[in-house]
């Protein structure tokens, strides 16, 4: 079975901080995304990788960047956690051509920052 | 890329089969609509996909008209486990390059017993 890890499961910060949000895929696909997930707004795309070093923003990229200097791992970096950022944050990956659109998801990361 | 459409919300019981539709009127001659679940506290799980016609898994069943604008996901008989949201989006699944995966807000789906 496909593993998407998040590193943590819940985190609190503080308003400023850096935060890091780690992600890793152990079946070798190329796409990486990441998500965060708010009531009623489903789940929207913040930063899409689709090979190493490679990155696109999704809907909402402002206020994070992203990491990815190997193929299983893909960081979400917060530059200065602000009390809008706490969300829950998902990780995804996909398989390659074929069957991009069949992704897997971690189990979601709650951070919430005070 | 194309946007989806699809109720907020949706009511069964238990034992009723559950069709929740979903719009995607400026889909690409290259896309694929796919249907995921989500449960609380759970990332997404990719339940089927399909291009035209039928296609039928263990889960559900995929309903697609000749014209695409549009789909239904079937769900035979649910039960309390199947409540959850449900997602629809559409995608080229053989475009790695910039494939781009957008979720809307979903249909959450109570059954109740």
């Known amino acids: 079975d496909v593993k998407v890890t998040q590193s943590s499961r819940y985190l609190v910060k503080r308003t400023g901080e850096k935060v890091f949000l780690e992600c890793v895929q152990d079946?070798?696909?190329?796409?990486m995304f990441w998500y965060r997930q708010d009531p009623g707004l489903g789940l929207r795309l913040i930063y899409f990788?689709?090979?190493?070093?490679?990155?696109e923003k999704g809907d909402i990229p402002e206020g994070y960047s992203v990491s990815r200097e190997k193929k299983e791992r893909f960081s979400l970096i917060l530059e200065s956690a602000s009390t809008n950022q706490t969300s829950m944050y998902l990780c995804?990956?996909?398989?390659?051509?074929?069957?991009?659109?069949?992704?897997?998801f971690g189990q979601g990361t709650r951070l919430t920052v005070v | 890329l194309a946007k989806t459409t699809q109720p907020i919300s949706m009511d069964s019981y238990e034992g009723q089969e559950v069709n929740i539709t979903c719009s995607h009127n400026?889909?690409?001659?290259?896309?694929?609509i796919t249907w995921y679940q989500q449960f609380p506290s759970q990332g997404p799980r990719f339940i089927i996909q399909?291009?035209?016609t039928k296609v039928t898994n263990e889960v559900a069943s995929l309903f697609i008209p000749a014209d695409r604008k549009s789909s239904t996901l079937s769900l035979p008989r649910v039960s309390l486990s199947d409540t959850a949201v449900y997602y629809c989006?559409?995608?080229?699944?053989?475009?790695?390059?910039?494939?781009?995966?957008?979720f809307g807000q979903g249909t959450e789906l109570s059954v109740k017993p």
């Open positions: 995804a990956s996909s398989p390659p051509q074929g069957r991009v659109t069949e992704a897997f």
């Open positions: 079946m070798d696909h190329e796409n």
């Open positions: 990788s689709y090979d190493v070093k490679m990155k």
């Open positions: 400026n889909i690409a001659t290259n896309d694929y």
């Open positions: 399909g291009y035209k």
């Open positions: 989006l559409v995608g080229d699944p053989f475009y790695n390059q910039g494939g781009k995966l957008i």
